[in-house]
Nanobody
Framework: QVQLVESGGGLVQAGGSLRLSCAAS????????MGWYRQAPGKERELVAV???????LYADSVKGRFTISRDYAKNTMDLQMNSLKPEDTAVYYC?????????????????WGQGTQVTVSS
């Protein structure tokens, strides 16, 4: 069973930055896609950013130009750099891994989830 553990959440003022990290119990080389999803109170979980091991990228329109997803193979982590944060970015952020991404269509959620980390952006 693959375990994913998030870190780096917290409270920040609007316009500030946070960096989330997801550590995996298995080599991230074995995970085709890794991504970040978030869920705000009363809302459905939504895709934030996904990165495949071949380098395919997908960002939600709401975070394009502000968030950057990356893999650090030396540290065996996946990171999310979040800049210019807005109050509407407030949510629990979840790391996800192991999904497929066919040639056409969006990436599928993987079977592996972290426990989530809270990000709160104050106005």
């Amino acid at each position: 069973q693959v375990q994913l553990v998030e870190s780096g959440g917290g409270l920040v003022q609007a316009g500030g930055s946070l960096r989330l990290s997801c550590a995996a119990s298995t080599s991230i080389f074995s995970l085709n896609t890794m991504g970040w999803y978030r869920q705000a109170p009363g809302k459905e979980r939504e895709l934030v950013a996904v990165l495949s091991k071949s380098g395919r990228l997908l960002y939600a329109d709401s975070v394009k130009g502000r968030f950057t997803i990356s893999r650090d193979y030396a540290k065996n982590t996946m990171d999310l750099q979040m800049n210019s944060l807005k109050p509407e970015d407030t949510a629990v952020y979840y790391c996800n891994g192991g999904g497929a991404w066919l040639v056409s269509g969006p990436p599928a959620m993987g079977a592996y989830w972290g426990q989530g980390t809270q990000v709160t952006v104050s106005s």
